[in-house]
């Protein structure tokens, strides 16, 4: 099991979408969190999936801003746990 932090740094909500699963394509992967994450909030995700996918709000700030595009981690005994900034 892989514990892997989200942290928003921004002073203001933004809406974050986090995936995992075996699938190399993001949009495969079963989803974990699809909600807002508050101003300087955290996620933490406790996973043994192989991918982890997360986007956020391209433009924090913007009422209406669309999801950016997909980053991705592999967890694995060396990288993890770690924090992701978004």
């Given at each position: 099991m892989y514990s892997i932090t989200f942290l928003n740094?921004?002073?203001t909500s933004v809406q974050l979408e986090?995936?995992?699963?075996?699938?190399?394509?993001?949009?495969?992967?079963?989803?974990?969190f699809n909600s807002s994450l508050g101003a300087n909030g955290t996620y933490v995700l406790d996973t043994s999936e192989n991918v982890v996918c997360?986007?956020?709000?391209?433009?924090?700030?913007?009422?209406g801003s669309p999801l950016g595009g997909w980053g991705t981690f592999a967890p694995d005994n060396i990288n993890t746990p770690t924090t992701i900034q978004l």
């Open positions: 740094p921004f002073n986090v995936h995992a699963g075996n699938q190399a394509n993001c949009d495969q992967n079963g989803t974990t997360w986007r956020r709000t391209a433009n924090p700030g913007t009422p």
